[in-house]
């Protein structure tokens, strides 16, 4: 398996454009998570779904984030408008729901809003 | 709320060196308990696990044990390299999926 795929890698955008991240997890995973990290904050956990459905999104820091898992192969994580502090590396990760379960990280969308 | 929180960096230590990164856990009920590790520009990944009270999870020479009773799990390694120089994440998962992370602690090893 390839693991879980995110893009893009790198997206800078102006402040006040639509950006939106994408997520593939790993094929038979049934829960998918949304961090986004800081210097400042850490990691810190936006919104995770399970088979498909959000079960917390209390992590989502505004109306301007929004999030979706139309089917079990891909999420997206849209910032709109985007504003200079949105600026973090953003990671998405999958688990098939256990406990112990271990969750396989993306390589990370590094966002740089200007 | 649950939460992890674990010693602030950056741990500096020459090569061979043995090294301790402290994490504590306040939680409901009895999580999972984990170490991840992100190297520089990737995610992160699992280190090593415990899943009950007692439990020794180890990886790669790094080990951690379960403590309930002083709400504990300590990573450590009696002898670092230089290729162990990361940022290392303690969390915590309980019933659910929910993974809550602590703020990670960068380890930096000199030859």
């Known amino acids: 398996d390839a693991g879980v795929i995110q893009s893009p890698r790198h997206e800078v955008t102006e402040m006040g454009q639509e950006v939106t991240l994408r997520c593939k997890p790993i094929?038979?995973?049934?829960?998918l998570f949304w961090y986004r990290q800081t210097m400042m904050r850490g990691l810190e956990l936006l919104i995770y779904f399970n088979n498909n459905v959000p079960i917390d999104d209390s992590g989502m820091p505004e109306d301007r984030f929004s999030a979706k898992m139309p089917n079990a192969s891909f999420s997206t994580l849209k910032i709109q408008p985007s504003e200079p502090r949105d600026s973090a590396v953003y990671f998405c990760a999958s688990t098939y729901r256990g406990r112990g379960a271990e969750a396989f990280f993306g390589q990370g969308t590094r966002l740089t809003v200007v | 709320g649950d939460s992890v929180t674990q010693m602030e960096g950056p741990v500096t230590l020459s090569e061979e060196a043995f090294l301790t990164i402290n994490c504590t856990y306040t939680?409901?009920?009895?999580?999972?308990l984990f170490w991840y590790v992100q190297y520089p520009g990737e995610g992160l990944q699992l280190l090593l696990k415990a899943t009950k009270a007692d439990d020794k999870g180890s990886n790669k020479g790094f080990e951690a044990t379960y403590r309930k009773e002083t709400t504990s799990f300590h990573l450590e390694k009696g002898s670092v390299q230089v290729s162990d120089s990361a940022v290392y994440f303690c969390a915590q998962g309980g019933n659910t999926d929910k993974l809550i992370f602590g703020t990670g602690t960068r380890l930096q090893v000199f030859p």
């Open positions: 939680a409901t009920g009895y999580p999972s």
């Open positions: 094929s038979g995973h049934n829960s």
